[in-house]
């Protein structure tokens, strides 16, 4: 028995086609899109030096809030792009409230995508071994609807193998793999990003002016007391 034995084109394409469009359908273009794009990202990146770099952009981003003040915060493009969108967060927000309120958006957006992403590949690799079946049942079907057929029992019972085996394969050596590797590195991801947006929220509690509600920079010396007028006699 050769290795050919074990490949038919289109039960395969049956199988790994109708996983990946049960898959589509569940979560939408935009997260199917993600987790196909995850095989050239996600899949192969270094986490803890991801990290290490975006923490140093962060570091480099206080020492120019400092030195030019918090407009000039966008002109450090390294470090991701995470931190890249967080600082041209601070730079074109004109208080605190607006910087934080634009960091929760951001870390939302970024925990929907890498949700959507693992979320993808986690359904693929559960309809995988539905599909395997279904397409164990219908060359059950085909078997038993030629059984006067010597030559399409055996093309009806290696459907109805094979399709259990793709899906198997699918789901337990590929799909599900994947979805465990890509959901360890979004933890991983997500826990150095909202260390960093801490470490700009504090940069920001520091640099941003101190403004009221009419728009106004309240004054930090102290007021000093009225002189009392003096009455000529």
Not at 194 to 215: C, F, K, M
Not at 226 to 233: E, G, K, N, Q, Y
């Amino acid at each position: 028995m050769t290795i050919a034995a074990f490949l038919d084109p289109l039960a395969l394409g049956c199988v790994a086609g109708g996983s990946f469009a049960v898959a589509w359908v569940q979560n939408g273009t935009s997260a199917a899109l993600s987790g196909f794009g995850a095989l050239r990202r996600e899949l192969w990146m270094k986490t803890q030096d991801q990290a290490d770099e975006g923490h140093r952009a962060v570091l480099r981003i206080e020492h120019t809030v400092e030195s030019r003040g918090i407009s000039c915060a966008d002109r450090v493009k390294a470090g991701g792009a995470f931190v890249a969108a967080a600082a041209d967060a601070m730079a074109n927000n004109r208080s605190l409230d607006g910087f934080q309120a634009a960091m929760l958006r951001l870390g939302a957006h970024r925990r929907a995508r890498l949700t959507a992403m693992v979320r993808f590949w986690e359904n693929v690799a559960d309809c995988a071994p539905a599909m395997g079946m279904l397409g164990t049942v219908i060359g059950l079907i085909l078997l038993f609807g030629n059984v006067s057929d010597a030559a399409s029992i055996g093309r009806a019972m290696a459907v109805a193998l094979l399709t259990t085996l793709y899906g198997l394969v699918l789901s337990n050596l590929i799909a599900g793999p994947i979805a465990q590797r890509l959901a360890r590195i979004a933890s991983e991801q997500i826990g150095w990003e909202e260390d960093a947006a801490r470490r700009l929220i504090e940069i920001g509690r520091r640099e941003y002016p101190d403004i009221t509600a009419s728009g106004l920079v309240v004054a930090t010396e102290e007021p000093r007391p009225a002189r009392a007028s003096v009455v000529s006699p």
